[in-house]
């Protein structure tokens, strides 16, 4: 059984990219097959695995989508799937913008991610999908489709502002949409541990949802070798063994296989 997790937040720049570059890394390299999606139009995560000029891209997540909205059989999933160091990914493209805005007129709109990725999920381990820091119909169709959702929080951006309304929308799609849906937890990302307001901000966030909702025991740290390893197109942890963000990843990653027994 696959299990799809989005990585979401209501803020960009708070690592969701990165988390599901690293974290689809981390699994693979654990023997899981795993599928990434690039569900944000800016396509960061795309990018991260290489592709240069998305804007020329015919086969994305974009396409797949909107196959799905006209009822038009999309051209083989061969082509729209491609792989990048044993992870498979699903591109985007400047295109998905245009899709978002059509799903806005659609009927039944909520469900068309969960529609393309019927007749793919299940040969996959864990399907991540990476969004965009929108509550918008593309993140709608990310929580309607998923098994879980990983909140990444970084503890320097004033964490907890609009947590709150991004849990709201969760908790709506699962009594409306999708009840399967669950929060496997808050990943806290670019956490510098020698800073005092990072050490206050981590602390404000674990008070405010103990005992209910889990914060992932491990931390992805703050460094540099992040920036130069997405820079290269690689996970970190192919990038620079030692690197502490990238042992973090694959902590994590066994942190949340173990969660899930
Ligand atoms: N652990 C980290 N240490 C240092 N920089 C990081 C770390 N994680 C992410 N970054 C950087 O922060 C920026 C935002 O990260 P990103 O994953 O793109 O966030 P989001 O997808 O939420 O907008 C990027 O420039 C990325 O390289
Ligand atoms: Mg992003």
Excluded at 149 to 178: E, S, Y
Aim: net charge neutral; proline share 3%.
């Amino acid at each position: 059984m696959s299990k799809v997790i989005v990585i979401g937040s209501q803020k960009g720049g708070v690592g969701k990219t990165t988390t599901t570059l690293n974290l689809a890394y981390s699994l693979c390299s654990m023997g899981k097959k795993v599928l990434a999606i690039d569900l944000d139009s800016q396509a960061n995560l795309s990018t991260c695995y290489g592709i240069e000029n998305t804007k020329d891209l015919e086969y994305t997540i974009g396409h797949l989508l909107m196959a799905q909205i006209e009822e038009e059989e999309p051209e083989e999933l061969e082509h729209y799937i491609q792989s990048k160091d044993g992870v498979d990914f699903i591109p985007s493209s400047i295109y998905l913008s245009a899709v978002e805005a059509k799903l806005r007129t659609e009927m039944g709109a909520e469900r068309m991610l969960a529609e393309v990725l019927a007749p793919i999920r299940d040969r996959y381990d864990y399907v991540l999908v990476d969004t965009v820091p929108s509550l918008g119909m593309l993140t709608v169709n990310a929580l309607a489709v998923a098994d879980e959702v990983i909140i990444t929080v970084n503890p320097q951006l004033l964490a907890m502002m609009g947590l709150q309304d991004f849990l709201r929308t969760v908790g709506k799609i699962k009594k409306r949409i999708n009840p399967k849906l669950t929060i496997a937890g808050i990943l806290l990302t670019m956490c510098d541990g020698r800073t005092t307001l990072c050490k206050v901000l981590t602390e404000e966030v674990t008070g405010s949802f103990q005992g209910q909702i889990k914060i992932f025991k491990n931390r992805i740290p703050s460094t540099v070798k992040v920036g130069e390893s997405i820079y290269y197109s690689m996970p970190i942890a192919l990038y620079s063994k030692k690197a502490s963000a990238g042992i973090a990843y694959r902590k994590f990653a066994k942190e949340l296989i173990d969660y899930e027994g």
